[in-house]
């Protein structure tokens, strides 16, 4: 392979792990690694602003593995920085890619154009962020760079940032440097094996035993692991929002959705009064603190397993649960007599107006497999959560960082991750004032979501 430009060796390593879309703004530093990809297989997708680019890429990356943004410096930068806080709160693999001032005249101190005095600002606050910033000031180290921050990416299933000055895109580089390698998951296995007695000890004397399945089984796709274990163990399961329809809902041993803000008093109690509580894949939320209790808690997440006071550090969650399917026996404890939480609709009166509670329950009704929900925070988000979705469905929310506007771009990124999957969004007219111009993109890319507004 001989020399290539650096913004064709990026294209071609983020076709490799599956990207066929770029979401961004056109702006003069970012113009020339723009050329490329247009010269590339990867399709352009212009957005109506970056904000709007940072909520599609981020509703796309859930379905793909991977999103990419591309804009230019500040003004682009800057205006992508909530969605991107985003998608590191609630653990989505986006690339940020940045257009910068070129390396051939920063040294000459002049004040840029789109600049806020320090030229390293977007750069500063992008670190806080994401797993991985880095500028590529250097053609010869592009590739070492991207592949790291393509792999950072994929491994901790959290955003990464990219600074490219305009000249180093159409800069030549060797591309035999370096190879994209996957970065391997390493694990300490004492510390394995540790945890997984400790899991058992506790296990052994639990009459009312519950997983908690959280983001990180659905990043990184532990949907058939923890389905063995469930098998294997018999233990009752509900979901966070962010693991929501993973495993489908009609499943026997599925009891609900588990979060602070929806107010299920059977629910809670069952899960909150629990002797042995498994959360796999995400840590207790702020409003669950003080309604469980430590002894009962194995928190497993970011490769390490929390039990009581011991920690136990790299072991990575795939082997711990598969550790675990080994190791538990069947629940035989009697089950409650309520271990099911049936639906939450109230009888109305037949004179009563339609309340959005009648709306969901006609909504869940006409559910099928094969579609994608999209719910925008506020009463479209709790009137959704709690409807229980057939196999095949997916369901895509903003439930932990809760921004409004996020959902009518997020149908834009949905619908060109898997074209075959229709969209059907549940929007608020407040959090639809937000970023309401997408629907232009909608039409622009011929997509055909149903919407409810």
């Known amino acids: 392979m001989p020399f290539t430009t650096v913004a064709e060796y990026l294209l ?6 599956g990207v066929d879309h770029i979401f961004g703004i056109p702006g003069d530093y970012v113009l020339s690694l723009m050329d490329y990809i247009e010269a590339s297989p990867i399709q352009l ?11 599609a890429a981020d509703a796309y990356a859930r379905y793909k593995g991977l999103g990419v943004i591309a804009v230019t410096y500040n003004v682009g930068g800057l205006s992508t920085v909530n969605g991107i806080a985003g998608s590191m709160t609630e653990r989505v693999p986006v690339m940020m890619i940045s257009g910068s001032p070129g390396m051939n005249i920063r040294n000459q101190h002049h ?29 010869d180290e592009a590739p070492r760079i991207i592949n790291e ?33 996957f970065i391997e998951t390493t694990c300490h296995e004492p510390n394995l094996k540790a945890a997984i007695e400790s899991t058992y000890e506790l296990y052994t004397h639990a009459q009312r035993p519950v997983i908690i399945s959280d983001v990180e089984v659905a990043r990184y796709n532990l949907k058939e692991t923890l389905k063995n274990l469930l098998e294997k163990t018999h233990i009752p399961f509900c979901t966070t929002l962010l693991s929501k329809g993973l495993i489908y809902e009609e499943h026997p041993l599925f009891i609900g959705n588990y979060e602070t803000f929806l107010c299920q008093d059977k629910l809670d109690h069952h899960i909150e009064s629990s002797d042995f509580m498994l959360w796999l894949g995400g840590k207790v939320m702020d409003g669950h603190v003080s309604q469980i209790d430590p002894k009962s808690l194995i928190c497993a997440y970011n ?14 969650l795939s082997r711990f649960i598969k550790g675990l399917e080994k190791t538990l026996p069947k629940h035989t404890a009697p089950k409650p007599t309520q271990t099911r939480i049936k639906s939450h609709r109230k009888p109305q009166p037949e004179k009563s107006s339609f309340c959005i509670d009648q709306f969901f329950d006609f909504i869940e009704e006409n559910l099928s497999e094969n579609l994608t929900l999209i719910a925008e925070t506020g009463d479209s988000l709790f009137g959704s959560a709690l409807r229980r979705l057939p196999a095949g469905c997916r369901y895509i929310a903003q439930s932990r960082y809760l921004s409004l506007g996020y959902a009518t771009p997020a149908v834009l990124g949905a619908s060109l991750a898997n074209p075959k999957s229709r969209v059907v969004a549940f929007i608020g007219d407040g959090g639809f004032q937000f970023t309401a111009q997408e629907v232009s993109s909608w039409m622009r890319y011929k997509l055909n979501p149903i919407v409810f507004l």
């Open 303 to 316: 490769e390490t397993v929390i039990i009581e006071n011991k920690i136990f550090y790299n072991v990575p």
């Open 111 to 139: 004040f840029f154009h789109h600049s806020v005095g320090d030229i390293d600002t977007q750069l500063k606050i992008y670190e806080k962020i994401t797993c991985y910033a880095s500028l590529i000031d250097k053609p």
């Open 12 to 17: 071609s390593r983020l076709k490799e792990a």
């Open 149 to 181: 921050a393509i792999t950072h990416c994929l491994r901790y299933q959290m955003p990464v940032y990219l600074e490219i000055p305009s000249d180093i895109a159409s800069s030549y580089c060797n591309p035999h440097l370096y190879q994209l390698s």
């Open 45 to 55: 997708i212009n957005t109506c602003n970056e904000l709007n680019a940072s909520y």
